[in-house]
């Protein structure tokens, strides 16, 4: 994603772009996401997992950081705004990948530019 989208601070069609591709990886990759989401990991070294493991809060600071300097949401609200939009995501992936009903990638799309507008406007 970052090769993707080298800007530093997004705005709300920056952030739809990055969200999108995301959920594009996944939906053309549907195994990728069973197999992070849906099976249990061991982490037989935690210290060394630790080293190498992503920094969410602070990569969301990143990505969030223009809706904070614009006013739209807090640097307080900065990790609930970015779970809501994962747990979405995920949500969505895994109600699509499902086939229980007729949430289907332009679906997926569309709910998805909602909730970013609804969020974030």
């Known amino acids: 994603m970052q090769k993707r989208m080298p800007q530093e601070i997004y705005d709300i069609n ?3 772009k990055l969200f999108r591709i995301y959920m594009a990886y996944y939906l053309e990759n549907p195994n990728v996401f069973k197999f992070f989401y849906f099976h249990q990991l061991n982490q037989p070294n935690k210290a060394k997992d630790e080293e190498t493991e992503i920094d ?3 990569m969301w600071k990143e990505t969030f950081k223009g809706f904070v300097l614009k006013g739209k949401i807090s640097v307080t609200e900065i990790e609930v705004v970015a779970k809501i939009f994962i747990y979405a995501m995920h949500g969505m992936l895994t109600l699509s990948f499902s086939n229980n ?3 289907n990638e332009e679906l997926v799309y569309q709910d998805l530019e909602k ?3 609804y969020v974030l406007k």
């Open 14 to 16: 920056a952030i739809k």
């Open 56 to 58: 969410f809060p602070e």
């Open 115 to 117: 909730m970013v507008d």
């Open 101 to 103: 009903g007729d949430l």
